[in-house]
């Protein structure tokens, strides 16, 4: 393996391949008994009780002011023990929280007896390359899931866990075999353009991805819901934890008066950690960590800000630390990956521009294979590989390709249709008849379910419209009595926008949004719907001030969808 010293170099490894790195400020922790997961409901943020073994979650401890304590995942390896993934400098303060309502539950706590080395393996890769240290299809997909893996000789504890943005693992491990396990990921990573990432490019990734550290970004004086952890780590509807009272009521009545997102930074100056931003002497925020970011070419800043400054991209002018700055807001992440399909889909577009352009085929063909270790169900990209090789008359292996696809997805034509081209190639007259005579039955068999779907579906709209029209008989008659009704004008308004009944939408919502200026869900409502009447500028200026209502009550969903839609206006007309 080449070595890397070059932080935008490492930064890359991780955005585009992958990298590894040792996570020496992070451990292990265990509990193990017949009440884990009952006593944990009881004392925690989130619904463990709702975990299946193999999977896990995001998770916390707060006090009775909603506090926060620790922040940790929990991941469920048998029925009755749990493995608790966290920082160092929270191990201590978990346990002894957890200790101190322990009293006669059969539940056992652990720092000694559990793996004492901790390696990060991330970028979009990192899977493939997962999949080859094992030796085998893994069953890691999920964001906490947990699994028994064993690399060459030893066994490790895997957990599926970004710390970057991308996808990626932590790899849990005795220190004996630290070095052994290193050496076995370079060998077999070196196809995969592994690369050892430093500190320095650990942190930029880190930031770019909107990921805390306790005692630095968030620590026991914040209370959870201003960190933005509430969510990933808090449920709402699971029973009483203590600081549960707080942060259902801040849910409920409005958001804190600061709260974290991103700032992006004019200039080449990083501004000092903790300093305050201020506005004509008036304070807005703090500043956390801070750093250069190589995915938007500038500075950026991870920040607590005031309540009436948190709609993303507004550009201020501030002071910070009794320095000029211009910055602006940002929702976190700062970096947004692709998901393994959108990844596959590029290469596969890629594969197929080589393809027209060179009669080479290894370069289209080696990209293919990325694409289906990406995603192994990418149909298209099975096909087009297989299309490849039995052009270099690679009869065999397009054979087994197509075989492969069958058995991921049985229902996938092309698999048996091009099964049945090559076996005829071959000279395989009856197994090709088969696999045609497959491909056709498959093709009755969706043509007879689309129709069964098309029916059910003319049921149920029908059904829908009945309900309709019940509710917006009973939504007027209350608008008799009171035309300003909140529920009922929300009510009529997203019926005739799901009906396309545009020109009636408008009314209900904008009488809404003009007396319940809070109310995010109608701002999003009312700009669809002016979208829909053609009407582009009227419903950005709607989503620009439901975007700031949205970020004052901490609507994060709304505030994301109307943030899209928005960046689609403005970039349609530029």
Not at 73 to 99: G, M, Y
Not at 262 to 267: A, F, R, T
Not at 416 to 437: F, P, V
Not at 482 to 490: L, S, T
Request: glycine fraction near 6%; include cysteine; charged fraction near 25%.
């Amino acid at each position: 393996m080449e070595t890397i010293t070059d932080i935008s170099e490492e930064h890359h490894h991780v955005r585009e391949t992958c990298g590894y790195f040792l996570l020496d400020d992070w451990c292990l922790a265990a509990a193990s008994g017949q009440d884990t997961f009952t006593y944990l409901q009881t004392q925690t943020t989130n619904d463990v009780l709702a975990l299946a073994v193999g999977s896990g979650l995001d998770n916390a401890l707060t006090d009775r002011k909603a506090r926060l304590l620790c922040s940790f995942s929990v991941h469920k390896n048998s029925e009755t023990s749990a493995l608790f993934l966290l920082e160092k400098n929270q191990r201590d303060a978990l346990i002894q929280n957890l200790e101190a309502y322990h009293f006669r539950e059969d539940i056992t706590f652990d720092t000694k007896n559990v793996p004492d080395v901790l390696l990060a393996l991330q970028g979009p890769k990192s899977p493939a390359l997962l999949e080859a240290l094992a030796g085998q299809a893994h069953r890691l997909t999920k964001p906490n899931d947990v699994l028994k893996l064993t690399i060459g000789d030893t066994e490790v504890w895997g957990f599926c866990k970004s710390l970057t943005g991308e996808e990626g693992y932590v790899l849990a491990l005795p220190s004996a075999f630290k070095n052994q396990l290193i050496q076995k990921i370079e060998e077999v990573g070196e196809p995969y353009g592994i690369a050892a990432i430093g500190e320095e490019a650990r942190e930029i990734l880190r930031i770019e991805a909107g990921k805390l550290v306790y005692g630095k970004d968030m620590d026991k004086t914040h209370i959870l819901p201003e960190t933005g952890l509430e969510h990933s780590s808090v449920s709402y509807h699971k029973g009483c934890y203590t600081g549960q009272e707080v942060i259902a009521r801040l849910k409920t009545y409005g958001s804190p008066a600061f709260a974290l997102m991103g700032l992006v930074i004019e200039g080449a100056t990083l501004p000092p950690y903790n300093a305050v931003i201020k506005i004509k002497n008036k304070k807005i925020g703090t500043i956390k960590s801070t750093t250069y970011s190589y995915s938007l070419g500038k500075n950026i800043a991870l920040a607590y800000i005031q309540k009436d400054f948190r709609s993303p991209d507004q550009e201020l002018e501030v002071t910070i630390g009794d320095q000029p700055f211009k910055v602006k807001t940002a929702l976190l992440p700062f970096h947004q990956t692709h998901s393994r399909t959108e990844r596959a889909e590029k290469l596969h577009q890629e594969a197929l521009s080589f393809f027209k352009k060179e009669e080479d085929l290894e370069k289209p063909i080696s990209l293919l294979r990325e694409a289906i270790a990406l995603d192994p169900k990418f149909a298209p990209g099975y096909e087009a590989l297989g299309v490849m090789l039995s052009k270099q008359n690679k009869l065999d292996e397009a054979i087994a390709l197509m075989k492969r696809l069958a058995e991921i997805d049985p229902q996938e034509i092309m698999a048996h249709t091009n099964l049945s081209i090559y076996y005829m190639q071959q000279g395989r007259i009856e197994d090709a008849e088969l696999e045609k005579g497959e491909a056709t039955a498959i093709q009755f068999e969706k043509l007879v379910e689309e129709g069964r779907i098309k029916r059910e579906k003319k049921k149920q709209d029908k059904q829908d419209r009945v309900e309709q029209e019940r509710q917006v008989g009973m939504f007027k008659q209350v608008l008799e009595i009171d035309p300003i009704d909140q529920i009922a004008n929300f009510g009529l308004g997203t019926i005739y926008l799901d009906t396309q009944k545009y020109e009636e939408a408008l009314a209900p919502l904008q009488t809404v949004v003009e007396n319940f200026k809070d109310y995010s869900a109608a701002y999003l409502a009312l700009g669809k719907t002016l979208e829909k009447l053609s009407q582009k500028e009227e419903a950005a200026e709607v989503y620009r001030k439901g975007i700031a209502a949205a970020a004052k009550k901490g609507d994060l969903m709304p505030l994301k969808d109307m943030q899209s839609r928005l960046n689609q206006i403005l970039h349609s007309e530029s």
